[in-house]
């Protein structure tokens, strides 16, 4: 894990079980105790196969094509036009969730994962995968990122960022 700003980090496990399904969360609380604002995402297995420093790995991130964009693109071209992850119809895809956090201010990610045969079934999930940086990182690393109209363009507007898996 990255961390290159002040910040605090919670991890909780919740099982609950509703008629025989069984339900277990794990929440990611993210507290961002600082005065400067991090971005925070979470690797995906392209990302984790680029070797490199953490500033080429952000650039790596942010530029790397997934289909015909970048998220560099979307956040940098006036004329993308890129609400999908607002509406509740399209989820976000885990590749495009980046979060932009406010001076303290907090944020959670709950993965979850249901299960009908009754049994508590843990959820892998490595907190190695979870990227925090602070702005100026950022914006040393990937220039243009920083931009207000960037930031409202790809960031993730909600407090919680739920993640389901099978």
Not at 142 to 162: A, H, K, N, T, W
């Amino acid at each position: 894990m990255a961390a290159i700003h002040a910040y605090g980090l919670r991890v909780d496990t919740i099982y609950f079980d509703s008629n025989g399904y069984i339900t277990n969360q794990l929440i990611i609380t993210i507290d961002n105790t600082d005065d400067e604002p991090l971005w925070i995402w979470l690797e995906d297995e392209e990302d984790k196969k680029k070797d490199g420093d953490e500033r080429k790995k952000v650039r790596w991130h942010f530029l790397r094509h997934r289909g015909d964009f970048s998220l560099f693109e979307i956040a940098t071209d006036a004329n993308m036009a890129t609400l999908f992850w607002k509406d509740p119809k399209y989820p976000t895809p885990i590749e495009l969730f980046v979060k932009y956090l406010e001076p303290h201010h907090s944020f959670a990610i709950v993965i979850y994962k249901e299960s009908a045969d009754g049994l508590k079934n843990d959820i892998a999930f490595s907190l190695d995968s979870l990227r925090i940086y602070s702005r100026q990182f950022l914006k040393d690393a990937c220039p243009g990122m920083e931009q207000q109209y960037s930031i409202e363009r790809i960031s993730f507007p909600y407090d919680v960022f739920l993640y389901p898996i099978k």
